[in-house]
């Protein structure tokens, strides 16, 4: 049972397997490489780059016109992500839905070139790569939204952490995995958008 509700997580499984002809193999290197890119490599630096950015506003920006909110989980900028995570959920199921009913032949074959595998090594069609995709970005979106909530709640009931240290290691530990996650559903997004918009409309064998 526990172990079904983490099967959305799947989607970070999905490979591509290792082939004897040269140009496939290439093909397939790239296409794990472009995955690992988007799921990883990218929001990991956007986290990194972003959590130093939060820590020196906190940090150093003392003097303020009006009162100053530093703090990004203080800031109007928190509630505007903490009301976009809550739209979130209700357009990745609509999507998954589509895709599940979507009418097209070409959805259930397995993809063109070298398809992808899932973590049982079974070859992927465009609906299951798409489907368990979405089913991701909802567990995700989800689990932030979730993640934003509980952070909220423990700065409006006014917890004070005196250690100026350890209050700005948490912050940033906060700061990072939030921006990690989060970037890292927009990119995939933008991914499945892709795929959407264009790419299951075009035959396989093109």
Known sequence: MIKNIFRPCDYLDISWAQSE???????????????DKVDWVYPVIIA???TLIALLISHFIQVCTESCKTNFFQNDA???????????????????????????PDMDNPMSG?????????????????????SYLT?????????????????SIGILILNYYLNLVLYGISIFF?????????LITFYC?????????IPNDH
Not at 21 to 35: L, M, S, T, V
Not at 193 to 201: E, F
Request: net charge positive; aromatic share 18%; hydrophobic share 50%.
């Open 193 to 201: 958008l892709y795929y959407l918009g264009n790419r299951i409309h």
């Open 178 to 186: 939030l921006t990690l996650f989060f970037s890292q559903m927009i």
């Open 114 to 134: 070298s398809p992808p595998l899932d973590k049982n090594f079974n070859e992927m069609s465009r609906r299951r790569f798409l489907a368990q995709a979405f």
């Open 78 to 104: 928190f509630g505007i992500v903490l009301g976009f995570l809550q739209t979130l959920p209700g357009f990745y199921i609509a999507a998954l839905a589509a895709i599940s009913t979507f009418n097209n």
């Open 139 to 155: 567990f995700l979106s989800i689990c932030l939204f979730l993640f934003c909530t509980v952070i909220k709640f423990f700065f």
């Open 48 to 50: 990194i780059f972003s």
């Open 21 to 35: 002809d040269d140009e496939i193999n290439k093909q397939n290197k790239e296409n794990a490489a472009d995955k």
